[in-house]
């Protein structure tokens, strides 16, 4: 199993805001968490890649293991550097004011493998050609579905094997939606496992093979997606049914 998250509980201050959740991604899997806001979804993703806002999430129990190993006392960087586990985060967090080459060539900073960095950029402007014809454009002067790209294209550059994608296609239109998923489709195609935390329902379980539903800290559903849409529960949360 390449991730699996055990009995975790966290804490922000004096609220808890996991409540004992377990839930796995093997590799080349597309795992999908769905909940209402405030669900834990993005508790559940700062806690694995440790890298928390300010006041942000503690872990108060449980575990994190990837390929086994406890990843619970690791820093952020070796989660990066060491583990291959990369975050495209809500609101993208881009640089602004760096250009597009930038902000993709700031992602390689800890690398060592100069040759699959050059590939790695000819894969990302391969999967988004939009970024290669904005690759010398400031951050802050692309649209949101180019910036978006631009969030997953870093998360691409830092050389990692397993990526978590928070809220992707927030604020974008329902080309730029489909456009950004065929990609991520694309990429998991090529070996890329990824742990998406979507608002879409219909979209993450199109996209995803397996899934977890999250209300107020807890695990409520899981199963593969063709199961989730069947369920009546589900139905009605989330799918309009």
């Known amino acids: 199993m390449l991730l699996e998250v055990k009995d975790l509980r966290v804490k922000y201050q004096n609220i808890e805001a996991l409540h004992g959740i377990s839930f796995c991604v093997d590799k080349g899997e597309i795992v999908t968490l769905i909940g209402a806001n405030g669900a834990g979804k993005t508790t559940s993703l ?41 975050l495209a985060p809500e609101g993208r967090h881009i640089f602004g004011n760096l250009t597009v080459e930038e902000n993709l060539t700031l992602a390689t900073f800890a690398r060592k493998d100069k040759d699959p960095v050059k590939a790695d950029f000819k894969k990302v402007y391969e999967l988004f050609p939009k970024l ?25 550059m830092t050389g990692s094997e397993f990526i978590l994608l928070d809220e992707p296609s927030m604020g974008l239109s329902p080309l730029l939606m489909q456009e950004l998923f065929r990609a991520l489709k694309a990429l998991n195609n090529a070996g890329m496992t990824i742990l998406l935390i979507e608002q879409n329902a219909h979209m993450a379980f199109k996209f995803a093979h397996r899934g977890y539903v999250l209300s107020t800290g807890e695990i409520v559903a899981q199963g593969d997606v063709k199961n989730l849409m069947e369920n009546p529960d589900v139905k ?6």
């Open 46 to 86: 700062h806690a694995i890649t440790r890298v928390p806002p300010p006041e942000g999430p503690k872990v108060a129990s449980g575990d994190i293991l990837h390929n086994g190993i406890s990843i619970l006392d690791v820093d952020a960087h070796t989660i990066v550097q060491k583990h291959k586990i990369a």
């Open 132 to 156: 290669f014809e904005r690759r010398k454009q400031r951050g802050e002067t692309l649209s949101g579905g180019e910036q978006q790209m631009l969030s997953v294209g870093r998360a691409l």
């Open 236 to 241: 009605k949360a989330y799918l309009g049914g």
